[in-house]
């Protein structure tokens, strides 16, 4: 069947199965390998991309569900060579080692971000409760959110 999604903006289209889940329609898009597919059973949070501004799992998603919807992967985070504060704080609080578990962690707590900027470490964990990291104990994740947070805030004010 024919498949038409708007991802980051732009339209893709391609003849696929039905069966075909969206992480592998991103994943098979040029450019768009940022998505990371762990555990295929809704687990692991590791393929988290946003549709209409909410997070999925992209493993349990068929491409077919998506025509009409925009959804948003990793790559969309830089802009104009300018990293998203969320990538920033990952960047500045270390919340990352062997990086599976980040294109799907920025995408959740982008999506966190966007509908409450300043949230709680509660609200934070609550928000990532739904992603597994095998690495980082969570601490410097919940970490990096609050600095994006406050970046944002102050980003804001000078604007
Ligand atoms: Fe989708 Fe693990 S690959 S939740
Ligand atoms: Fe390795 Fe999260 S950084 S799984």
Redesign the pocket.
Known sequence: MEVRITINGQEVSRDVEPRTLL?HFIRDTPGLTGTH???????????VVLMDGKPV????TLAAMCVGHEIRTVESLEQNGRLDPIQMGFHEKHGLHCGFCTPGMLMTTRALLDSNPNPTEAEIRTAISGAICRCTGYKNIVSAVRWAAEQEAAMKQEA
């Open positions: 992480v597919w762990g555990c295929d059973t809704s687990n692991c949070g590791a393929c799992k992209s493993c349990t």
